[in-house]
């Protein structure tokens, strides 16, 4: 399952490096740019914000992928769980450090801080839904949504592009979505699993570029 999302994935990558390219006739001239820390100006002849939105998408498909990851392997109770909590922790760290290219640092700290709870939080749901304690899940799904509106709260100050409500609304999605997706593997209901995970990607996606939007706009200069 998981080298099955890693390749969907790279075909998502490889599509949308195609139609960076197409929007931009001299790009197509060119060879594909080097990866790049992502505040660094676009070269010339590339889309606005192409490898910016690359970069973004790519940070947000392993949280997803990752996320299912440790999903199947808690579920099932897999010795390999340890191991994908760790890369899916070092993913929140990846996009923290993103963010922080454009507003610095600490900011990127504490992105990082909050969405590594996003994790923790998750991880406690997942235990809870387990073992059928119905009022635990509550309550920890409770702190889950708190988390999600700290997070849109933090985002939306850092740019006006990223009204609160809108962000908001995105992360209420990501958590229902991903609730989906976990209550389908309880249930071994494999057809609402794979229906689930395809939401949660696709979501995930449209919430990327929607981030990817605001800071092309809060820094046309850069880009």
């Not at 949280?63 to 390999?80: E, G, L, M, S």
Request: glycine residues 4%; aromatic residues 6%; proline residues 5%.
């Amino acid at each position: 399952m998981r080298h099955l999302s890693m390749l969907v994935s790279t075909a998502m990558l490889a599509a949308l490096t195609a139609i960076c390219l197409l929007s931009d006739p001299l790009a197509a001239q060119q060879p594909p740019p080097p990866s790049r820390d992502p505040s660094m100006a676009r070269p010339t002849g590339e889309a606005p914000g192409c490898t910016l939105r690359q970069d973004m998408r790519k940070l947000w498909t392993d949280h997803v992928v990752w996320t299912r990851d440790y999903i199947i392997a808690a579920v099932d109770d897999k010795p390999d769980q340890e191991a994908a909590a760790k890369r899916l922790l070092k993913n929140q760290e990846d996009i923290g450090r993103a963010v922080g290219a454009f507003y610095g640092s600490q900011a990127g700290d504490a992105l990082t801080k909050l969405l590594k709870e996003h994790i923790t939080i998750a991880v406690d749901l997942i235990k809870a839904s387990k073992t059928g304690d119905n009022a635990k899940v509550t309550e920890v799904n409770g702190t889950w949504q708190r988390n999600a509106n700290d997070i849109a709260e933090f985002l939306s100050k850092a740019n006006p592009n990223w009204p609160k409500a809108t962000l908001a609304e995105m992360m209420q999605m990501h958590l229902t979505t991903t609730t989906a997706e976990v209550k389908a593997r309880l249930d071994k209901n494999w057809d609402a699993d794979v229906k689930a995970y395809d939401e949660v990607y696709e979501h995930i996606l449209k919430m990327s570029d929607a981030l990817t939007d605001g800071i092309v706009k809060q820094f046309p200069d850069r880009f």
